[in-house]
């Protein structure tokens, strides 16, 4: 007997300001008075979250009971403001929307305007989503102006990308088998390995290149350069100078270009995808290298200065084969250093040490940031239980802060004393903070005078007195 559409809303509101209570219940009301209004309507439900802004909601409760509810088929229309109440960013409101459709059930968005339907159009949505996203954090109306020129051109074409291809939408989908290649690349790369190496490896394992010849490292290069992998794309990179011609040059800024992030399944997650663009421009740089031609990553702010808390910086040492050191360089402090070689070993050996049992029981502490840490903690040591270098990927993992002791006891006392940590806080030890909360302290291996902060600033001294002397 019901030829009534059933109709819900979905509202949402931020509870950082002032009165959005009473929104709530106001948009709640204004709902369901519309859809009370409309004969050939029933009112299913109104939907709703608040959140502390809109990009940072975690949870949507109200969301989440509604894709269930439709799921069901209990939904016929959805109403909901504008996209960007609607979803959190492009990808989450596309997947959203697909979902609805297969379960059949309508999206109406009042502000833009678009019913969801036979004849909606993906792409405009697209667009608006994008846009609905950008728009929340502000951009200008400059860059808005580009993307709805480059709507009104059509240009957001598709661009062949190794490990996608174009589904009958026109939407980037993920081919599994070269998926597992970019994988494999940006995960070799991420441990060490030069994009040369990469490419032989590829090459002796039979994988096809994209260029039908053998790997070589400019495909790499390619790889690791495209934001695509991440999920984003870039609007505009290049532009038609000769329209004649159609010639393509490379956009270098004489022309808007627009970032979009999340626009479709990434193949790369954005941790690694981050960190490979780090790596990259630290070997750019031609950094960090020492005599063999292996790259000594830096231990980034990681590690701070016992007097003052600021990072300590890494500088080389040229002198004695000592490698670097790591040296306070605030003016207000006692300029603490300390090289470099005994905090990684203390950094390994606290690893080794990272105790299974510990790691296991904090899969139970209270902090839901602190049990994700553990369970990631708990799946390294199973499959690496040491290291036997200090890399960059597994320090960014697993590490919070490193804190060095003092170490400014004379005359140094070889035996560990015994205190509430198992050494003494203030002493030659280094402390290692991990991501989980468990705190592991090891000697740090300054034995010798040579080895003390002191000597080895007076050999930094000298050093620095000798170059001078030479050059005058
Ligand atoms: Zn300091």
Known sequence: ???????????????????????????????????????????????????????????????????????????????????????????????????????????????????????????????????????????????????????????????????????????????????????????????????????????????????????????????????KYVGDIRLQKKYTVDHMEHKEIKNDGKVPSYYIKEHHTPIIDRKTYDRVQVIKSMRMRGKNQDATGHIQYPFGDYVICPHCGEPLIQRKLEIQDAGSYLCCENEACGQFILLSSFVSKAIMEAYKQLDLQMLTKKLEAQNEEQRAQAAYALEYKKTYPEFPTVEYYWLDDLIERVEPGKHTTMPIVAKMLKGKGGYVEDDRTISIYWRCGIKTTVFSGVKKDKDMPQCVKSLVLAKKERQQIERA
Not at 32 to 38: L, T
Not at 109 to 127: C, H, N, Q, W, Y
Not at 182 to 208: C, E, N
């Open 1 to 227: 007997m019901s030829e009534k559409k059933r109709v819900a809303a979905y509202c949402r509101v931020s509870s950082n300001l002032e009165g959005q209570q009473s929104s709530m219940k106001l948009q709640q009301k204004v709902y369901e008075e519309k859809i009370g209004a409309n004969p050939d309507w029933e009112l299913v439900a109104v939907y709703s979250d608040e959140g502390a802004t809109g990009t940072m909601v975690k949870k949507r409760y109200g969301f989440m009971q509604m894709m269930e509810d439709a799921s069901e088929g209990l939904i016929d229309v959805i109403i909901t403001k504008s996209i960007s109440r609607f979803a959190r960013n492009t990808l989450e409101c596309l997947e959203s929307i697909r979902e609805l459709q297969e379960y059949g059930v309508q999206l109406i968005f009042e502000k833009e305007g678009i019913t969801t339907g036979e004849a909606f159009s993906e792409m405009v949505l697209t667009i608006m989503a994008a846009f609905a996203q950008e728009e929340s954090r502000s951009l200008s109306e400059n860059l808005k102006w580009g993307i709805r020129k480059r709507y009104e051109q059509g240009i957001d074409r598709w661009v062949c990308v190794y490990g996608y291809t174009s589904n009958e939408k026109g939407k980037y989908q993920i081919v599994e088998e070269e998926a597992e290649v970019v994988r494999a690349a940006y995960h070799l790369y991420d441990s060490g390995k030069s994009m040369g190496w990469i490419a032989d490896y590829f090459t002796k394992q039979g994988i096809p290149s994209p260029g039908r010849k053998r790997w070589d490292a400019s495909n790499i290069s390619v790889f690791l350069n495209n934001e």
